[in-house]
Nanobody, 113 residues
């Protein structure tokens, strides 16, 4: 079984930046993704990246968020810029491993003044 461990969440003022990291306990061949879940809302895709680097973003993340991947370190990073209060959520790392859906424990991002 593969484990995913997120780090990098915290508090930031509107307009600020945060970088989230997700470390996997083994090499991931599948797409690695970031999802987020705001209070009272469903979990939604933020961005994902294939093993060879192709990326995909939710419409309202394009231009503000950048997902990247380091296959040598089994990790994926989400750089978040120009953060808005509506970006406040728990952010989860996600992947597939041998047909099993794997989630990290989540990291809280709070954007407020």
């Amino acid at each position: 079984q593969v484990n995913l461990v997120e780090s990098g969440g915290g508090w930031v003022q509107p307009g600020g930046s945060l970088s989230l990291s997700c470390a996997a306990s083994a090499y991931i061949f599948s797409v690695m993704s970031w999802y987020r879940q705001a209070p009272g809302a469903r979990r939604t895709l933020v961005a994902d990246i294939a093993a060879y680097g192709t990326t995909n973003y939710a419409d309202n993340m394009k231009g503000r968020f950048t997902i990247s991947r380091d296959n040598a370190k089994n990790s994926v990073t989400l750089q978040m810029n120009s953060l808005e209060t509506s970006d406040t959520a728990v952010y989860y790392c996600h992947t597939w491993w041998r047909s099993n859906e794997i989630w990290g424990q989540g990291t809280l991002v709070t954007v407020s003044s």
